[in-house]
């Protein structure tokens, strides 16, 4: 799994609020860190001291204190650094206790059982989306992903199902230009991008056609939690198992679930 932050901003903090913000220098630090090293895998003391920006004397004191708590393990040499366990387990807690990924277990569950097809669900973040959890395909030729792991939303169904929820105005601000460019598929115009969410709001559900990696089809739906969505599921599907009927099959699976979970209502106690 790897280490992400989600932010979250409480009811109680405006933008005066945010604006208003001093973060303690020291604190502000050891997350630039642990976010480079979750971005990074690993990286020595000169890499971090030039990428953060933070003198060598302070970084010394918070790697050794990072890893005094078990956020880091240097490898044998104490020459390079990495995430440690304790990266791990909180970020396996934050999955374990979102309210989201229980209330959608089984339905995933039951998208993959009835398909045997990669199923996601994913949060968006930012520009990004996080895979918040997954269903693995039974069929060897299968699509790479793990719980944890940051894609631009842009060239993703899971983002682009989530962007069109919002006003053109506001993905534009949210898109940060230049967009990457995964495949040669992937829409790297925010203008482009902007247009083609048109076609997702009047049908429904988004596609992503290789504009994450070649070779694959996905097909995604908003969950009905808020408004706009920050959740959405998809199926991601090889080029070899697809076809006009499949397709459908997989659409009409994604819009019933969304139906069904919308029906249920969004109290954590229902």
Not at 41 to 56: D, F, N, Y
């Amino acid at each position: 799994m790897v280490f992400s932050m989600l932010n979250a901003e409480t009811p109680q903090e405006g933008a005066g609020a945010v604006q208003d913000f001093t973060p303690v220098k020291s604190a502000d630090r050891a997350l630039d860190v642990l976010e480079y090293l979750s971005a990074h895998s690993s990286a020595g003391l000169v890499e971090l001291t030039r990428s953060l920006g933070i003198p060598k004397s302070s970084l010394h004191s918070i790697l050794r204190t990072l890893e005094h708590r078990g956020w880091i393990e240097a490898d044998a040499s104490r020459s390079e650094f990495h995430l440690g366990m304790n990266a791990l387990l909180t970020g396996a807690s934050y999955v374990d206790q979102d309210f989201i990924v229980t209330r959608t277990a089984e339905a995933l569950d039951s998208l993959a059982a009835k398909t045997g097809e990669t199923v996601h669900l994913g949060r968006l973040e930012g520009d990004d989306v996080v895979y918040l959890a997954k269903r693995e395909s039974r069929h060897p030729l299968r699509m790479f992903s793990a719980i944890g792991r940051r894609l631009p939303a842009h060239a993703t169904a899971l983002g682009k199902a989530m962007l069109a929820e919002m006003d053109d105005d506001r993905v534009l601000e949210t898109l940060r230009a230049p967009l990457d460019e995964l495949t040669e598929h992937t829409i790297t115009s925010p203008a482009a991008v902007v247009a083609s969410l048109a076609e997702v709001r009047a049908r429904g559900y988004a596609v992503d056609d290789q504009e994450a990696a070649l070779g694959l089809r996905c097909f995604a739906v908003t969950l009905p939690f808020s408004s706009p969505s920050r959740d959405a599921i998809s199926f991601s599907v090889p080029y070899a198992r697809l076809d006009a009927a499949r397709e459908e099959e997989m659409i009409a699976l994604l819009l019933a679930t969304r139906d069904e979970l919308a029906q249920r209502g969004p109290s954590r106690t229902s």
